[in-house]
Each structure stands twice: as structure tokens, then as C-alpha cells.
């Protein structure tokens, strides 16, 4: 089934042989499926760049919880430069070449 909102197919075995215990048990799959889309939930886990993104952007804490001081602005922009630039230093892997 594709999820367009994910921009990818989700497969799901059924564990059956019989095509009509297949074709019950895929149509509540996919009544399941369309009920958690539309609550808003999603299928697939974040890669870790969206992760981190999401970390960055919601997560970092405004205070310091030792102290009183406080993380500001400009340590947050660092943060994420830092972040950032780090992602774009990673290289996918490459396979060794063979002899």
C-alpha cells in the first residue's frame, strides 16, 4: 500500500494461504492503517536527520538546570551550525573496491 503522505509503500505479511482469510485480514489492515493516518500518527520512524532536526527545533532545554543561567540564542545557532555541518561532512558508505 502507498503512503503518499510518507512517500512509501508499507508490505505486511498476512500469514495466511486461504485468499479469503487473506483478503478479511488485509481489509482490516488497511481500515487500521487509514484510521492511524488520519489520527495524525505516523507509519514510519524518522531518519536521523529528521530526528535530530526535530531535537534541535523542540527539544533543547532554555535553561540550564544546574544553574540559573541560560543557554541563549547564539548558543542555539551554534548548535545547529554545529549540527549542520556535521551532516553535510557525513559521506554515504561506500563498498570497498573488489580485486
Known amino acids: 500500500m502507498w ?12 500469514r495466511t494461504k486461504k485468499k479469503t482469510d487473506a483478503i478479511e485480514l488485509a481489509e482490516e489492515l488497511y481500515i487500521k492503517l ?39 540564542a547564539k548558543d542555539i545557532g551554534d548548535m545547529r551550525t554545529d549540527f549542520m555541518q556535521k551532516q553535510q561532512a557525513l559521506q554515504p558508505i561506500k563498498p570497498l573496491p573488489s580485486f
Open 34 to 72: 487509514r484510521n492511524e493516518l488520519a489520527n495524525g500518527k505516523t507509519l514510519f520512524a524518522p531518519t536521523y536527520e529528521e530526528a535530530m532536526q526535530q531535537y534541535i527545533a523542540n527539544s533543547l532545554p532554555t535553561s540550564n538546570s544546574v544553574g540559573s543561567s541560560s543557554i541563549s
Open 3 to 14: 503512503i503518499s503522505s510518507e512517500k512509501k509503500y508499507i508490505e505486511k505479511s498476512l
